[in-house]
């Protein structure tokens, strides 16, 4: 006769409202660097290896946005700008890079233009970038992730990346979001 002990539970049992796993960084630092070198051997330029990496970003941005919002909102989503901004910088930061984004700012001279500042994202920790291609910034790979969250929350948006204090994730809202934003405030 078979023991009625304990069973194993599956990974797949488990709730994905509970638990944050954390992933050890060499893990993660060899994972994104063959990530890279993949999309590097099928690209002939830096740009080209920044859409490349924004590409795969996008992909992996619209699996977490539902896991997101279930941990951390219950299902509920964001519908005014500045809260949706907030949870990426604070929620969707610490989930992804273990701690929230060092600063958010808006454009002085255009309401649709947002920042997000990083002085060393993650991304680029463990990788050695090459003189002829100085310019890369692997951190266009979360700037992917971060149109595809905004785009599948409902606030279409282009993000790109820059140096400038560090790693800039520059994100330009479609003018749609800025008057559904207006419309809300002014009920």
């Not at 078979?2 to 797949?12: D, E, I, V, Y």
């Not at 002085?119 to 100085?134: A, F, M, Q, R, T």
């Not at 969250?149 to 204090?165: C, I, S």
Request: aromatic fraction near 10%; charged fraction near 25%.
């Amino acid at each position: 006769m078979a023991s009625m002990g304990k069973q194993k539970s599956s990974s797949l049992d488990k709730s994905l409202s509970k638990g944050k796993p954390e992933v050890n960084a060499a893990t993660y630092a060899l994972l994104f660097s063959e990530i890279v070198q993949y999309c590097q051997n099928r690209v002939y330029t830096v740009p080209e290896l920044q859409n490349k990496l924004a590409e795969m970003g996008q992909h992996v941005g619209s699996h977490l946005l539902d896991v997101l919002f279930l941990r951390e909102k219950g299902f509920k989503r964001e519908i005014k700008l500045l809260s949706m901004l907030i949870f990426i910088k604070s929620n969707f930061w610490k989930t992804v890079f273990g701690k929230e984004a060092e600063k958010l700012e808006q454009a002085n001279d255009d309401e649709r233009t947002y920042f997000i500042i990083e002085k060393e994202p993650l991304v680029n920790k463990y990788i050695s970038v090459p003189k002829d291609k100085g310019s890369l910034n692997c951190a266009a790979f979360t700037a992917g992730m971060l149109e595809a969250v905004l785009n599948g929350a409902n606030f279409p948006a282009k993000v790109t990346v820059h140096w400038h204090k560090g790693t800039c994730f520059m994100i330009k809202f479609d003018e749609s979001v800025i008057a559904r934003d207006k419309m809300i405030d002014s009920r």
